[in-house]
């Protein structure tokens, strides 16, 4: 269950729970070509154990996009876990290509490859509903943050169990990427964190990054439910 559950944090955390197709509310899910770029992001969350334990874990992400608005994410293992081998090397890699409806997850231990490619026309299905009466969406003041200027926005929604989620994040204007975004719940078994910039690159990234490398084994998913979008493959909790 705790595997399961940091999955969904890491896929959380990543989408950034985007709920518009606006300019100030890029996602790895939306379109945005010819503005390539690396940045290495620094996460910290708070992991709830099964004991009902809560403890501080801090852990790095890299992503970037090609001029083609293809996005890859690269995730590690938390710092104070000595998970997998504990080689520097990503545990998982998520890559969206929105031109093409696809979401492709990468496991390079295991040398598999889930692939899911959303049918039709248009954005990416997203995981939340933009028009949720349950959900408020407003406006924070911008500020820079590590070298750059990004607007704020806050959205906060209440589930079927009263339980109120909210989500801040700012985005780059320019550079159209989500640079910090917090998460809070008043559910305690909620894993709030935050996710920071701490490097950017914006220079084009290498084309090989966003293929599946040949000596994996290449799983097709069909089209989930619309609260699973982005779905995981069902192995996935063995996986982590």
Not at 143 to 164: C, H, M, P, Q
Request: proline letters at 7%; glycine letters at 6%.
């Amino acid at each position: 269950m705790r595997t399961r559950t940091y999955f969904w944090l890491r896929i959380l955390l990543v989408i950034v729970c985007a709920c518009s197709g606006s300019a100030l509310s890029q996602d790895p899910l939306d379109y945005v070509p010819n503005l390539p770029y690396t940045a290495r992001f620094e996460n910290k969350y708070v992991e709830v154990l099964a004991d009902g334990t809560h403890v501080q874990r801090q852990r790095k992400l890299v992503q970037m996009r090609d001029s083609q608005g293809r996005t890859r994410i690269e995730n590690f293992q938390p710092e104070d876990r000595n998970c997998c081998g504990g080689d520097g090397k990503a545990d998982g890699v998520d890559l969206y290509f929105p031109s093409q409806r696809q979401f492709i997850q990468l496991f390079p231990r295991h040398k598999t490859a889930s692939v899911m490619t959303f049918p039709g026309t248009g954005p990416i299905p997203r995981h939340f509903d933009p028009n949720d009466k349950n959900a408020r969406r407003e406006s924070l003041p911008g500020k820079t943050i590590d070298g750059i200027y990004a607007e704020g926005t806050r959205l906060t929604w209440v589930r079927s169990s009263n339980f109120v989620d909210v989500e801040e994040k700012w985005v780059s204007s320019d550079l159209k990427v989500v640079v910090l975004s917090k998460y809070t719940s008043t559910d305690p078994q909620s894993e709030g964190g935050i996710t920071e910039i701490r490097e950017l690159d914006r220079s084009e990234p290498e084309a090989t990054l966003f293929e599946i490398p040949k000596d994996y084994k290449i799983v097709t998913l069909k089209e989930g439910r619309q609260e699973d979008r982005p779905l995981a493959p069902a192995s996935a909790k063995n996986l982590f």
